[in-house]
């Protein structure tokens, strides 16, 4: 890693910037147990006139208790806020905020730590850089700054391990925080945004994360944390401090200083402020004199001092200065609205759903071990019973109708129920590769949709080898792909349901049950249990649209005529 004035030079150029932003107010609806309890305003103000600027180079710590808005106004400057009323201006390199662009230019790394449980740590670099560096990036430059950034967060260790599922294998929470943190760097941001990277940390994981943070600050780019209860080492590793009280309004908003001199200093200046003891955290201190019972007991009004104060002049002024564009620059300008385009994106969306299907024998191998005993149970069942010779009766018809249900009921259901949970698990991950703009959601789908046909034709392919003959099915080649094809297509069915009630429900649970009325409602207007001439008019309209009459048409039709 190569240093040029005092700065980390990395691999691939970016351009430092600037993010200031001047009486950015926040405004949500009144919650209802609220307006319970006698607030009757229609709005609820959580920001009120925040003034300040992140800078290139400078690490920079939001802070405040519980109720703070310190997550709140980090929400509002990434552009994660999706609901409320935003007020105020925010410049980046003091240009107006565009958040279509400034999401190409920045990272944000969540308070979860959420990945692709069967991808390894270098293989999720490699795939938020394979999506989030620009195309004219070159492969090699492109493996160069993934390696790079690998040594930076210190993962080049553990690059070959899968990430697996928080709390029962895979890496460590502070390893998570880690690669949660390299997988927006390697996006080659100028601004990143962490919400608590050292939250449920104990001591020892808390200093290797902010030796990662603080790495990442030393290349030059603006990074910005929000931070709760930190060790005095921690909290002095930072550059900057803006400080919030209960109802999101600032309090100070200046430099921490050499083993936190600045922020003492500026603290006990105030009247009636107790003196910091010996070897007592700065941090602690700062929030026990700066609470509200501490307020009172002073009787001041700690924002009110802070808006008379000298610091926060200087402030308005370096806003004031930095909302000016420098001289030669100009506003970001991207010509598309995701840096890959989307054959792309496809194709990286589909080499790590590969990956993961290869990696989860949980889910693949069961369903096949499912498929070989549905197999062999039918097969066995209804010996022979699809031979024509065999079929003399109504009852010898109607009993290779109920063979066909059962496959199309037994086998659809099995195969909807087991790809559910491995939807569930990367709904998470897809939420947060979405928020940012790593790829359009119609080549995910499509990803997603094409990586289930390889082994649904593995599962086809099985029952056609086993349970066709055994059934006693004709050895026509027109009826046997007719019957495989149909076979197919109602597998394929029956996983894409459950990948779309999945993504439709707020969690598997919900999606269990809705998954169950919908099978419950296709068994019985599937044309087997009523047949379609005796359905009532007002629910013959479910028959054509259930796909399992469809299946049912299809396979008695090219079997028998």
């Given at each position: ?6 700065l ?14 001047q ?59 999706t ?6 201006d925010?410049?980046i390199g ?15 790394c969540?308070?979860?730590d ?38 930076t967060?210190?993962?080049?260790e553990?690059?070959?391990s899968l ?19 390299a997988?927006e760097?390697?996006?080659n ?47 002095e ?19 921490v ?13 105030i ?25 009172a ?12 104060s000298s ?10 200065r ?33 990956l993961?299907y ?10 096949l ?32 109708l ?35 703009g ?5 080549a ?13 034709l593995?599962?086809v392919?099985?029952?056609?080898l ?25 597998l ?26 919908c ?18 008019r007002?629910?013959?309209w ?20």
């Amino acid at each position: 890693m190569r240093k040029m004035g005092g700065l980390r030079r990395m691999v691939l150029p970016f351009t430092p910037l600037t993010i200031s932003f001047q009486d950015v107010n926040y405004y949500v609806d009144t919650p209802a147990e609220m307006r319970e309890h006698g607030y009757m305003e229609g709005k609820l103000q959580l920001l009120h006139n925040i003034t300040g600027a992140f800078q290139p180079g400078v690490l920079s710590a939001l802070m405040g208790v519980t109720g703070a808005g310190k997550t709140t106004l980090l929400d509002v400057l990434a552009g994660r806020k999706t609901g409320g009323v935003i007020e105020g201006d925010i410049r980046i390199g003091g240009y107006p905020k565009i958040q279509q662009t400034f999401a190409r230019i920045s990272g944000y790394c969540e308070q979860t730590d959420v990945h692709s449980p069967q991808i390894t740590v270098g293989e999720s670099v490699a795939y938020s850089a394979w999506l989030r560096l620009p195309p004219e990036t070159d492969s090699k430059a492109r493996d160069e700054f993934v390696n790079e950034v690998l040594e930076t967060i210190e993962l080049d260790e553990i690059r070959d391990s899968l990430v697996g599922i928080p709390g029962v294998n895979g890496l460590s929470t502070e390893q998570r925080k880690r690669l949660t943190i390299a997988v927006e760097l390697v996006s080659n941001p100028s601004i990143i945004f962490m919400d608590e990277p050292t939250s449920g940390l104990d001591a020892r994981a808390a200093a290797i994360v902010m030796r990662a943070v603080k790495n990442v600050a030393d290349t030059g780019r603006t990074v910005v944390c929000t931070i709760h209860q930190p060790s005095i080492d921690i909290f002095e590793a930072f550059d900057e401090l803006m400080l919030m009280r209960r109802g999101g309004e600032l309090i100070y908003a200046g430099p921490v200083g050499h083993h936190s001199c600045e922020v003492i200093q500026y603290f006990q200046a105030i009247p009636a402020i107790p003196r910091i003891k010996d070897n007592y955290n700065p941090s602690t201190w700062m929030l026990e004199v700066t609470s509200t019972s501490m307020e009172a007991q002073v009787g001041a009004d700690f924002v009110q001092m802070y808006s008379a104060s000298s610091m926060c002049k200087d402030k308005d002024m370096l806003v004031k200065r930095l909302s000016v564009p420098v001289p030669g620059t100009s506003d970001l300008h991207f010509r598309t609205q995701f840096p890959q385009k989307f054959w792309e994106q496809f194709k990286a969306c589909l080499w790590k759903q590969c990956l993961s299907y290869w990696r989860t024998p949980s889910y693949n191998l069961v369903r096949l071990a499912s498929m070989l005993g549905f197999c062999i149970f039918f097969g066995v069942l209804f010996w022979q019973r699809g031979n024509i010779n065999h079929i003399n009766d109504q009852q010898g018809l109607s009993t290779i109708l109920g063979c066909m249900y059962g496959i199309t009921l037994f086998t659809g259901t099995n195969i909807c129920q087991a790809v559910m949970p491995f939807v569930s698990i990367e709904r998470s991950v897809v939420y947060r590769e979405r928020f940012a703009g790593m790829y359009s959601p119609w080549a995910y789908s499509f990803a997603q949709v094409a990586m289930e046909i390889p082994y649904v034709l593995a599962q086809v392919v099985m029952f056609m080898l086993i349970a066709y003959p055994m059934i006693g099915y004709a050895w026509t080649a027109a009826k046997f792909f007719w019957f495989m094809y149909t076979m197919s297509c109602t597998l394929l069915y029956f996983v894409y349901l459950g990948m779309m009630i999945v993504s439709l429900t707020p969690n598997i649970q919900v999606a269990f049950v809705l998954t169950s009325v919908c099978h419950g409602l296709q068994n019985l207007i599937s044309g087997f249990l009523v047949p379609s001439p005796q359905i009532p008019r007002w629910w013959v309209w479910l028959y054509y649209i259930s796909p399992m009459s469809w299946s049912l048409n299809v396979f008695l039709t090219t079997q028998f005529g």
